[in-house]
């Protein structure tokens, strides 16, 4: 019920937003019976600015219908703001154009906006749904950052919690204690809300981030709060998805197809692959290795010299990035799209953009001055504040000019001193240095890598986007981007990474799959899926395992491509792990990595009668078979709904034999013993 007198109406095809007086929300209606979403008794603005600390909502609305302009008055704060809206048939847009004065702004809220909807939350994506309706938001560019600015440093909060949403087809087990990335939307007591924010970043802050208290967040020129945008559309649930593809078409947004298809909807989102560290020697024998699993990528996990620049190893690419570009030519005459790993903009300090001669964007998380000269040999290093060089670190390198000096520690008393110092570190030149110099901290990781600013994130993006450009690689993982934090700037940070990477690419190349370490709310429209898990902490079958089979519920609710993680096929894997594996991946309709060497199958090939062979290997060619048959069965959709309950079992065992051209019988197994086969039948092509 509106308990306000409404100002506008704004509709779209499914629904209506009313806005009352004070400038907040008083009815969000589905025109086909009326029903508002709005959660009542909740405050719902439509902007909120914060100024010294404090979120002040609007008080007065003004709409000119004629301009589509929106001016919202904040009441003793003396400011007043400009939003544009338009409505289209799914969707509202809404841009703040306008802020006066706005030099007192320290950023803007959109919403919270509060819904009734506390069935499936899509905390990434900013979409809710029960099981008739959904509602959502959408940062329509990188500045507008998804969720609540809960924390200065803008990373968003993870958090876990019970997952009351509906899954048909998924365990109700996995919504125990699910782990929640971020606050796009989140459930509350009354439903939910959705919300978006954006910072005034004219001026240097200091922040706590990434364990660092006193983080001197630079200050970034993209034009503040002004042009922050947002998308806000309802629709029934299942158009959720589709409306979030005509608002990326309709807005600009990142649009990867997938063979002509839009990644979130293509099956081949879920393509399996076959990770194995291939040369310009051995790139036949791996390219082999992924037919004979019936496999479309090929990927490698570490091809990397040095990051930053990623030169290629010479000892794998003696021809540098002309012999890549073969070895993916290769592998396209075969039918096989070759991809490779990257840690994001983590840099090796063998790197150019470390050595003979440091990048100055390289991220420092403190610095201060010297106070005495120094010559080229001196070991200690007389400095006026030591707070942020007492936290030893992985690398514990600071930058003078353009030399790099290791040290050890930080005196225990004034005069402070850092002692033990390598001078010229990392292939730099040791020189003098004057007194009131500047002493930088470096921002390290513990990988013993150094990271970047905002404006080198960039560069070390477009370096990756170029290679790609150059060789034509079809698939990538953006791993450790939560070093891009290094910034200052948390989610955005993560996003002007992945964003450049994108819009670098060759058109041809947007389409290829992507994942990368974390999620993000806009890099929602950059990524084709994630691929979260990993085989070094245990058996194949129990190395997180439990977190494996939760991720299904988080693409799920976030509208998702589903992947089970890395598998690695060692000596000690069996055909029964590999169909445990492939069971698991037929019934959650999900992807997965393989890793493996070239090593297995060489001593496979050049002495195949050996019964040491044979101990250690000699699963290898029944497993790729079993790979091929199990994987081309998924991806026709050979298996029954019902049938895919029973295979996401863990306690179960199954076995897939062929049963004739796109035929196989599926075996239930008990105690080694084969029961009653079921024939399943493909029914798309692969």
């Avoid at 993982?477 to 989610?491: A, F, K, R, V």
């Avoid at 589903?562 to 096929?569: H, P, Q, S, T, V």
Wanted: with cysteine.
């Amino acid at each position: 019920m509106i308990k306000t007198e409404p100002v506008v109406t704004w509709t779209t095809r499914d629904a209506a937003f009313v806005l009352g007086a004070c400038g907040a929300l008083v009815a969000l209606v589905r025109r086909r019976d009326g029903r508002s979403y709005l959660a009542s008794a909740q405050p719902a603005p439509l902007l909120q600015l914060r100024i010294a600390g404090k979120l002040h909502a609007p008080e007065t609305t003004r709409w000119n219908a004629k301009t589509k302009r929106l001016t919202l008055g904040f009441g003793k704060t003396g400011i007043s703001v400009a939003v544009t809206v338009q409505a289209k048939p799914t969707h509202l847009t809404l841009e703040l154009v306008e802020v006066a004065p706005k030099e007192t702004v320290e950023l803007v809220v959109w919403g919270p906006y509060p819904t009734v909807i506390g069935e499936t939350i899509g905390e990434i994506v900013g979409v809710v749904r029960d099981a008739e309706f959904a509602i959502g938001i959408q940062a329509l560019n990188a500045k507008t950052l998804g969720g609540f600015p809960g924390q200065e440093s803008d990373i968003e909060p993870d958090y876990t919690a019970d997952d009351t949403g509906s899954y048909p087809d998924l365990p109700d087990a996995l919504k125990k204690d699910q782990l929640f990335r971020g606050d796009t939307a989140r459930r509350t007591a009354f439903g939910s809300v959705i919300q978006c924010y954006c910072r005034n970043r004219a001026s240097e802050r200091i922040i706590s981030n990434w364990g660092i208290e006193k983080f001197p967040a630079p200050a970034f020129d993209d034009g503040g709060v002004v042009g922050s945008k947002i998308a806000l559309f309802a629709c029934p649930a299942v158009k959720a998805l589709d409306t979030l593809g005509a608002i990326e078409v309709a807005e600009g947004l990142p649009h990867p197809l997938l063979e002509g298809v839009w990644a979130k909807k293509s099956p081949r989102a879920t393509d399996s692959y076959l990770i194995v560290d291939f040369s310009e020697g051995t790139i036949d024998r791996a390219i082999e290795m992924t037919l004979k699993a019936g496999l479309r990528y090929l990927y490698h996990s570490s091809p990397f010299e040095t990051w930053g620049h990623f030169r290629l190893k010479p000892s794998l690419f003696p021809h540098g990035v002309t012999g890549l570009r073969e070895c993916v030519e290769r592998a396209k005459k075969a039918g096989v799209r070759v991809g490779f790993h990257t840690l994001s903009n983590f840099l090796t300090p063998n790197d150019p953009y470390v050595m003979p001669r440091p990048d100055p964007r390289l991220a420092r998380s403190g610095t201060s001055v010297l106070t005495a000269s120094i010559s080229a040999t001196q070991p200690e290093l007389l400095i006026a504040d030591p707070e942020p060089f007492v936290k030893k670190t992985a690398l514990s390198t600071v930058a003078i000019g353009e030399e790099l000096v290791r040290y050890e520690s930080v005196s225990p008393s004034a005069p402070w001193r850092l002692l033990g110092c390598q001078r010229g570190a990392w292939g730099t030149q040791a020189t003098a240095h004057a007194s009131q110099s500047t002493v930088g901290k470096l921002m390290d990781h513990d990988y013993k890598v150094f990271l970047t600013d905002a404006s080198l994130t960039q560069d070390v993006a477009k370096n990756i986007a170029a290679l790609c450009n150059q060789t034509g690689t079809l698939q990538i993982s953006l791993d450790g981007l939560e070093g891009n934090w290094s910034t200052g700037m948390g989610q955005y940070g993560r996003t002007l990474f992945t964003q450049s990477w994108y819009y670098t690419l060759s058109p041809e190349l947007k389409g290829q799959i992507n994942d990368a370490s974390n999620p993000g709310h806009f890099n929602w429209h950059v990524y084709t899926r994630m691929n979260w898990g990993e085989p070094w902490y245990a058996g194949f079958r129990e190395s997180q395992t439990l977190y494996r089979f939760k991720n299904q519920l988080h693409y799920s609710r976030n509208l998702m491509p589903r992947m089970l993680g890395w598998f690695a096929l060692r000596p000690e894997t069996t055909i029964e792990d590999a169909e445990w594996l492939l069971a698991r991946a037929a019934g959650f309709d999900a992807g997965f990595a393989l890793a493996t060497s070239l090593a297995s199958t060489a001593q496979l090939s050049a002495d195949p009668l050996s019964n040491e062979t044979a101990k250690r290997f000699g699963a290898i060619p029944a497993i790729l078979e079993a790979i091929h048959q199990w994987e081309t069965a998924r991806q026709t959709g050979a298996f029954p709904e019902k049938l895919k309950a029973e295979l996401r079992d863990n306690t179960r065992e199954f076995h897939l034999e062929p049963a004739g051209t796109s035929q196989w019988n599926l075996y239930p197994l008990q105690a080694g013993q084969r029961g009653k086969p079921v024939r399943l039948r493909g029914k798309r092509k692969p």
